[in-house]
């Protein structure tokens, strides 16, 4: 069954040649923690520019292709998307057309905006992260990684579908006790870090659930509840707060 749901999870959060079934997809959907399996192969391939004796910049931009080779501009769009709901202004019929906005394939200035800036933000936590040498920087990222996709599973755990869709095909099938095992799922990330950096990695990773926390009670708020495109977002936006958190801990701590 969780091999099952693994195999489903590439297929949705990866362009891995994964061979996807209608049994993967079922298996998926209904096992949050999948994600966050999902997370450690995505975090672990993406971060292997990390690791080559490059100039920090050179590591940054490989990183940065690397990622979005894997995972494709599918969230990115979820991003641009949602960022464009974002800056609707009608007290009338806000809700109709921010979903109305979510559904129109143009991307507008709210949506360019945004995802100029995340992957300027990814950028510049990616480079503070090389800085940090090899083991710190994987440690960082595959957490960030992870982190995000906890952040999607929380979404599927707590949230509600604004319509159907992605959104009520993943949520109609998890509750709150779901969060148990996405989170245990997490630790290996911790583990993996002691006694190296480990303040630094669990704020890495809790990135991608706080982050999906605002987004949720932003759209139940405004959208009625969560949909595909909210997922893109909480995914983006979980990795860049996730690789900063963590960034700024090793700093700090």
Not at 18 to 25: A, L, Y
Not at 138 to 144: D, F, G, P, T
């Amino acid at each position: 069954m969780v091999l099952s749901a693994l195999r489903g999870a590439l297929g949705f959060l990866t362009r891995l040649p994964v061979q996807g079934t209608e049994r993967s997809w079922e298996a998926f959907r209904r096992t949050p923690v999948a994600f966050v399996l999902a997370g450690y192969v995505v975090g672990g391939i993406a971060a292997l520019p990390l690791a080559l004796p490059l100039p920090l910049p050179t590591t940054a931009a490989l990183y940065l292709g690397t990622l979005y080779l894997l995972t494709g501009v599918t969230h990115v769009d979820g991003l641009a998307d949602t960022a464009d709901a974002s800056v609707v202004h009608d007290e009338s019929t806000d809700r109709e057309r921010r979903r109305s906005v979510l559904k129109d394939s143009e991307t507008g200035v709210g949506g360019t905006l945004a995802v100029a800036l995340v992957l300027a933000a990814l950028a510049l936590g990616t480079l503070g992260m090389a800085g940090a040498g090899p083991r710190v920087a994987l440690s960082l990222a595959i957490a960030a990684e992870v982190g995000s996709k906890a952040g999607m599973a929380t979404l599927v755990c707590l949230g509600d579908a604004a319509h159907e869709g992605l959104g009520s095909a993943l949520t109609e099938h998890a509750d709150a006790t779901a969060l148990v095992p996405v989170f245990l799922a997490g630790l290996p990330v911790v583990a993996f870090a002691a006694p190296l950096g480990t303040p630094a990695v669990v704020a890495a990773f809790l990135g991608g659930p706080c982050v999906a926390l605002l987004v949720l009670r932003w759209a139940r708020s405004t959208l009625g509840g969560v949909s595909g495109d909210v997922f893109g977002a909480t995914n983006e936006l979980g990795r860049v707060v996730g690789v900063h958190a963590g960034v700024v801990a090793w700093t700090l701590l």
